[in-house]
């Protein structure tokens, strides 16, 4: 499949803090004189839209993964300051239950185009 | 206390998306749009050939490749090259829409109503995708051989 390809040779390794892709990192490039540049991304076509829509899914991914982490944390500081009221466990139950929900739908249907492209 | 929690939230996540942009942004001075010549979609006539009765099909020329073969009628041409552009992209755009309706319920602490507009998003992802596989395979039923290759 198309996509998988470009995932597996990304010719343009450009990040933010390590963590972050760049929205060019699935175009195709050529290589820059300036240092200050990454790379120089090529548009060839109209299917290059949809590489860049593919460096924004891993992109937001990484962003759901880091919310997911610092909403767990949230949970866990309400958890400990609960004092016993059965209320606020409640809620920090949910909070984190809730959190654990939302990241498994966000990679499950990552994952699960990855392997039903991948089997074409 | 959990709207203020979850406003700072967005906040923080608006705040990574700027950077993301600003940080990529020194590239795009550079970005150029070369000559379409090594991709998938490399012609920009639309239509061409003789039909049947030994006419010559109408043809035209496009600014952007739409991915056209340069053979049939025309316009069948030119929909059909958009319509295999717009079939390539609609898996990830479906998955991009996942994966924000997960940081939604992310974000929702523990909220009914903000789960609820998580599921709802998720729930429509999946209908469209659906709505989409069936009307490609209505398509191709009518018209074998045109979207499928």
Same mark, same amino acid.
């Given at each position: 499949?198309?996509?998988?390809?470009?995932?597996?040779?990304? +010719?343009?390794?450009?990040?933010?803090?390590?963590?972050? +892709?760049?929205? &060019?990192?699935?175009?195709?490039?050529?290589?820059?004189?300036? +240092?200050?540049?990454?790379?120089?991304?090529?548009?060839?076509?109209?299917?290059?839209?949809?590489?860049?829509?593919?460096?924004?899914?891993?992109?937001?991914?990484?962003?759901?993964?880091?919310?997911?982490?610092?909403?767990?944390?949230?949970?866990?500081?309400? &958890?400990?300051?609960?004092?016993?009221? +059965?209320?606020?466990?409640?809620?920090?139950?949910?909070?984190?239950?809730?959190?654990?929900?939302?990241?498994?739908?966000?990679?499950?249907?990552?994952?699960?185009?990855?392997?039903?492209?991948?089997?074409? | 206390?959990?709207?203020?929690?979850?406003?700072?939230?967005?906040?923080?996540?608006?705040?990574?998306?700027?950077?993301?942009?600003?940080?990529?942004?020194?590239?795009?001075?550079?970005?150029?749009?070369?000559?379409?010549?090594?991709? $998938?979609?490399?012609?920009?006539?639309?239509?061409?050939?003789?039909?049947?009765?030994?006419?010559?099909?109408?043809?035209?020329?496009?600014?952007?490749?739409?991915?056209?073969?340069?053979?049939?009628?025309?316009?069948?041409?030119?929909?059909?090259?958009?319509?295999?552009?717009?079939?390539?992209?609609?898996?990830?755009?479906?998955?991009?829409?996942?994966? $924000?309706?997960?940081?939604? =319920?992310?974000?929702?602490?523990?909220?009914?109503?903000?789960?609820?507009?998580?599921?709802?998003?998720?729930?429509?992802?999946?209908?469209?995708?659906?709505?989409?596989?069936?009307? =490609?395979?209505?398509?191709? =039923?009518?018209?074998?051989?045109?979207?499928?290759?």
């Amino acid at each position: 499949m198309w996509f998988i390809n470009y995932f597996a040779d990304a +010719p343009c390794p450009g990040n933010l803090f390590g963590i972050f +892709p760049t929205w &060019y990192s699935y175009l195709p490039s050529t290589p820059d004189a300036n +240092p200050n540049h990454y790379c120089t991304p090529q548009l060839n076509s109209l299917d290059s839209i949809w590489l860049i829509v593919a460096a924004v899914i891993e992109i937001l991914l990484r962003v759901a993964a880091i919310a997911a982490v610092g909403v767990i944390v949230y949970a866990g500081i309400m &958890y400990t300051t609960s004092q016993g009221s +059965p209320e606020t466990t409640a809620k920090a139950k949910s909070t984190i239950i809730n959190a654990l929900i939302g990241l498994a739908f966000s990679v499950i249907a990552a994952t699960l185009v990855a392997f039903i492209a991948g089997s074409f | 206390m959990l709207h203020i929690f979850r406003n700072i939230a967005y906040l923080v996540i608006l705040l990574v998306m700027t950077m993301i942009v600003i940080n990529s942004s020194a590239a795009f001075a550079d970005t150029k749009l070369s000559s379409p010549n090594e991709t $998938y979609f490399s012609n920009l006539t639309c239509g061409g050939g003789k039909d049947q009765y030994g006419n010559n099909y109408s043809q035209f020329t496009t600014v952007i490749d739409f991915g056209c073969e340069g053979k049939g009628p025309a316009i069948l041409d030119l929909i059909f090259g958009v319509i295999k552009f717009l079939t390539d992209g609609v898996g990830l755009v479906v998955v991009a829409s996942i994966i $924000y309706a997960g940081i939604q =319920y992310i974000v929702s602490t523990g909220d009914p109503q903000a789960t609820a507009t998580a599921v709802k998003r998720i729930r429509s992802s999946i209908v469209a995708l659906l709505l989409f596989i069936f009307a =490609y395979a209505i398509l191709n =039923y009518v018209v074998p051989g045109a979207v499928l290759q």
